[in-house]
């Protein structure tokens, strides 16, 4: 006979019998009416597993509908912002305000903003 093949049973037996005194200390607490003990640590571990989830499927969901990506209006660098703040350019550093998904400069108060309009010169020739 092969001595290590009872030191394979004894190790399969050993991995068995961590089931059964777990599923025998559960019996044991239904049967003597501690049922409500069992069933609130299985409701207390479904929600430890659950909750990770629906953090991550709510933050995406989030960020989804708050980070913004547009280009500055100043220098047209592409950048990430969240929706109704404050920031500045990375590239020129022009304080910039995201509104309803657009980014627009920050002017103080009693500053008019314009926009260069490009005028081409025509020539008139007889």
């Given at each position: ?24 200390i559960v019996g044991i607490l239904i049967s003597i009416g501690l049922g409500w003990l ?65 980014f627009s400069r920050l002017t103080p108060p009693g500053t008019i903003d314009v926009q ?11």
């Amino acid at each position: 006979m092969n001595p290590d093949r009872f030191r394979t049973l004894q190790i399969r037996f050993s991995d068995l019998s961590n089931w059964l005194v777990t599923f025998a200390i559960v019996g044991i607490l239904i049967s003597i009416g501690l049922g409500w003990l069992v069933k609130g640590i299985l409701i207390l571990i479904g929600l430890i597993a659950i909750t990770p989830v629906l953090v991550i499927l709510g933050v995406q969901w989030w960020l989804k509908r708050n980070l913004i990506q547009d280009l500055c209006p100043v220098c047209s660098e592409e950048f990430p912002a969240f929706n109704n703040t404050q920031c500045q350019c990375p590239n020129c550093g022009e304080p910039i305000k995201v509104e309803q998904g657009h980014f627009s400069r920050l002017t103080p108060p009693g500053t008019i903003d314009v926009q260069v309009v490009d005028v081409s010169v025509q020539t008139l020739e007889d």
